[in-house]
């Protein structure tokens, strides 16, 4: 069973993606789905529980809507993480402290995508599309997405 991670915004577009890409695999699959939610801070005032915990309840909610277009039933095996925190910084920390076989992503997720590029050098992580035929990284992509991110800034997408 290969041991994947699915980052999500929530949206039901790709939690539709996510179906039809569980409907042609033909393997059962380990995935770990994580949410990122952010904190709303008043500016130079500290960050207090209870906003924390309404923060969180929040985002569990969105979370548990968004589960309901996955199948829970079949061979795969599905855990859900609720994390705090910019989205591209969380998806780092996942991908340089745990391994994962597969990271699944949307066309659409250029956060996503760029925070693996960022690492993708000290992982043995490959990435899986759910919506393109595999593979989804071929090295004419890489070389197209780091001269993008030439292009750009390194504080526009690097910073949170």
Not at 55 to 63: N, V, W
Not at 70 to 78: A, D, E, K, L, V
Request: include cysteine.
């Amino acid at each position: 069973m290969k041991k994947s991670l699915l980052f999500t915004d929530g949206s039901v577009d790709t939690a539709l993606s996510l179906n039809r890409w569980l409907e042609q695999q033909t393997e059962a699959i380990d995935l770990t789905i994580v949410y990122a939610f952010s904190l709303p801070q008043a500016s130079g005032q500290p960050l207090k529980a209870a906003t924390y915990h309404q923060a969180k309840q929040e985002a569990s909610e969105r979370l548990t809507y968004w589960l309901n277009f996955i199948p829970t039933s079949g061979p795969n095996h599905f855990k859900t993480e609720i994390l705090p925190g910019d989205p591209k910084l969380v998806l780092s920390i996942y991908l340089l402290l745990r391994r994962y076989d597969y990271l699944i992503i949307d066309t659409g997720q250029t956060e996503v995508l760029s925070a693996f590029m960022a690492c993708r050098s000290q992982v043995s992580t490959q990435v899986r599309c759910l919506s393109a035929s595999e593979p989804f990284l071929t090295p004419e992509l890489v070389r197209e997405f780091e001269h993008t991110l030439s292009c750009i800034p390194a504080t526009s997408w690097l910073a949170a």
